[in-house]
């Protein structure tokens, strides 16, 4: 059964910093990895895919890796804002097209 | 593109009575569409899979009879919530998809309170 555990659960950073988010899954036989972002009480935004055949995708000052065969992705987020605080979930795409997800990190951005 | 809305976004309810979310793709159809729970500070909680025509795959220890999903047409999905009990009460989200396997679209999610 796939597990997927998001380290650590919440983070507060001073604006300006580089961060990265880690998550980990148990099972390697999946077909993609996403990243979201969830603002309290509001839906999911995408912020990257990634297909398992690749190493890692780019948007602006965010940048995800895959390494399926250790079972790990990171969020790198780049000069970190106080606009970026918000929840980020991982999710892994398991090759019968359920998305299983993290508990999430709860990132804090201080100005 | 690619957008999803879910309506009504915030529903009140007595308890004992039947619910009706509407999840829908704006701009692509979706051939396959998914419903999700989250409580206070947890993650999201794959409740079901539908696809467009057929018969709704229910996760372990979701209850079919309570949670009715219909997916009636390629922009359409909606879930009841019958005899609903305050237990229930909880945010649901539903997300879209062109084929089972593609990258997902989230709905902005419906809070439900039961009372």
């Known amino acids: 059964k796939q597990e997927v555990t998001q380290i650590p659960a919440a983070l507060s950073v001073p604006e300006g910093e580089n961060l990265v988010l880690n998550c980990s899954f148990t099972?390697?036989?999946?077909?993609?990895l996403q990243w979201f972002r969830q603002d309290p009480g509001k839906g999911l935004t995408s912020l990257l895919l990634i297909q398992s055949s690749q190493r890692e995708q780019t948007s602006g000052r965010l940048n995800a890796s895959l390494d399926k065969s250790s079972g790990r992705s990171t969020l790198y987020i780049a000069a970190s804002q106080p606009g970026d605080s918000a929840t980020y979930l991982c999710a892994v795409n398991n090759q019968g097209g359920k998305l299983i997800f993290g508990q999430g990190t709860e990132l804090s951005v201080k100005p | 593109g690619a957008v999803v809305s879910q309506h009504p976004s915030r529903v009140i309810c007595k308890s004992g009575t039947s619910v009706k979310i509407e999840c829908r793709s704006l701009?692509?159809?979706?051939?396959?569409m998914f419903w999700y729970r989250q409580f206070p500070k947890k993650s999201l909680m794959l409740m079901a899979t539908?696809?467009?025509?057929?018969?709704?795959?229910?996760e372990q220890g979701v209850e079919k009879d309570k949670f009715l999903i219909n997916h009636a047409s390629l922009t359409l999905s909606t879930l009841t919530v019958t005899s609903a009990h305050p237990e229930d009460s909880s945010f649901y989200i539903c997300s879209a998809s062109r084929e089972r396997l593609y990258e997902q679209y989230f709905g902005p999610g419906t809070r439900l309170t039961v009372t």
């Open positions: 539908s696809n467009e025509g057929s018969k709704a795959t229910y």
């Open positions: 099972d390697s036989a999946i077909y993609n």
């Open positions: 701009d692509f159809q979706a051939t396959t």
